[in-house]
Nanobody, 128 residues
């Protein structure tokens, strides 16, 4: 059974940083595309960052230069380093894995539908 478990969320002030982790079991993530998504209160879920199995990366414009996605294949873990956090980054953050063989764009409307497995999320709250 494939399981994705996010951790690392919390409450920080604007300008602060957090690192989210997504520990995965039941599948070798080195062979798959993975990504981070978020859903703010009252809004639809949106893509934040995508990493293909070859290391190609796509970020949403709103997080470029502030967020860094990385994959530790040895630990079967996906991470998202977040810097210079803003109140607009407040959301539930989810990691996901896709068996789709090609690269996906982080903030394309169809990207979310291409993900096959999802974690339950970790909450991030940024205060001003």
């Amino acid at each position: 059974e494939v399981q994705l478990v996010e951790s690392g969320g919390g409450s920080v002030q604007a300008g602060g940083s957090l690192t989210l982790s997504c520990r995965t079991s039941g599948i070798d993530i080195s062979g798959y595309l993975m990504g981070w998504f978020r859903q703010a209160p009252g809004k639809e879920r949106e893509g934040v960052a995508i990493m293909a199995k070859n290391g190609q990366i796509s970020y949403a414009e709103s997080v470029k230069g502030r967020f860094t996605i990385a994959k530790d294949n040895a630990k079967n873990t996906l991470t998202l380093q977040m810097y210079d956090l803003k109140p607009s980054d407040t959301a539930m953050y989810y990691c996901a894995l896709s068996t789709f063989p090609a690269m996906l764009t982080a903030n394309h409307p169809s990207t979310e539908t291409m993900m096959d497995y999802w974690g339950k999320g970790t909450e991030v709250t940024i205060s001003s």
